[in-house]
């Protein structure tokens, strides 16, 4: 079965960088990109970009654009979402989710990271 | 960006009822690259409608999606105790991605 699993729990202080990984499996993982969403507390869930697993190009909201970077590695089937200089606003839960034909996410989300961001 | 509209905010509701949930879009969503999710507290979201009216795998029957263009609709035909939850609204069409603000459906 697929399965997402994500680093563990993060804290920062402002300015730092934080990067999440999420590492794939019950399936090919070049076939599928991987989106990342983002749930901070009380908001709405929004949308980061994503990474076509295959050929590793991106596409980023343009909200984060200049401040997330999401690559992978095919040989360990994971994928990483790193966001810099960050601000307490960015404290959230962060997703990986498998992506599904075009941009469509399916069902297959990771547990999540909760990245808190605390001076 | 498309801009997700959802309403009630909150639905309070009996086992058994009826529930309908209503997403609204600023502009139109071609193809009905249109989703719903529900959300428990602690958990990750569950996919249960994809292409606005496609249930998801495992997803069961008394779920059902309709709508095109701007406006979309989420039935839960009888509502069971484990539906009590947070329902999300999310469009594929444009990019960004965008999700609606949810609607509790509350007991």
């Known amino acids: 079965q697929v399965q997402l699993v994500q680093s563990g729990a993060e804290v920062k202080k402002p300015g730092a960088s934080v990067k999440v990984s999420c590492k794939a499996s019950g399936y090919t993982f070049t076939s599928y990109a991987i989106h990342w969403v983002r749930q901070a507390p009380g908001q709405r869930l929004e949308w980061m970009g994503w990474?076509?697993?295959?050929?590793?190009?991106?596409k980023y909201s343009q909200k984060f654009q200049g401040r997330v970077t999401i690559t992978r590695n095919t040989t360990a089937s994971t994928a990483y979402m790193e966001l810099s200089s960050l601000r307490s606003e960015d404290t959230a839960i962060y997703y990986c989710?498998?992506?599904?034909?075009?941009?469509?996410?399916?069902?297959?989300w990771g547990q999540g990271t909760l990245v808190t961001v605390s001076s | 960006e498309i801009v997700l509209t959802q309403s009630p905010g909150t639905l309070s509701l009996s086992p058994g009822e009826r529930a309908t949930l209503s997403c609204r879009a600023s502009?139109?969503?071609?193809?009905?690259?249109l989703a719903w999710f529900q959300q428990k507290p602690g958990q990750a979201p569950r996919l249960l409608i994809y292409g606005a009216s496609s249930r998801a795998t495992g997803i069961p029957d008394r779920f059902s999606g309709s709508g095109s263009g701007t406006d979309f609709t989420l039935t839960i035909s009888r509502l069971e105790p484990e539906d009590f939850a947070l329902y999300y609204c999310q469009q594929y069409s444009n990019s960004p991605l965008t999700f609606g603000g949810g609607t509790k459906v509350e007991i």
């Open positions: 989710v498998r992506g599904g034909s075009g941009q469509q996410l399916t069902g297959d």
């Open positions: 990474i076509n697993a295959g050929n590793g190009n991106t």
């Open positions: 502009q139109s969503v071609s193809s009905s690259y």
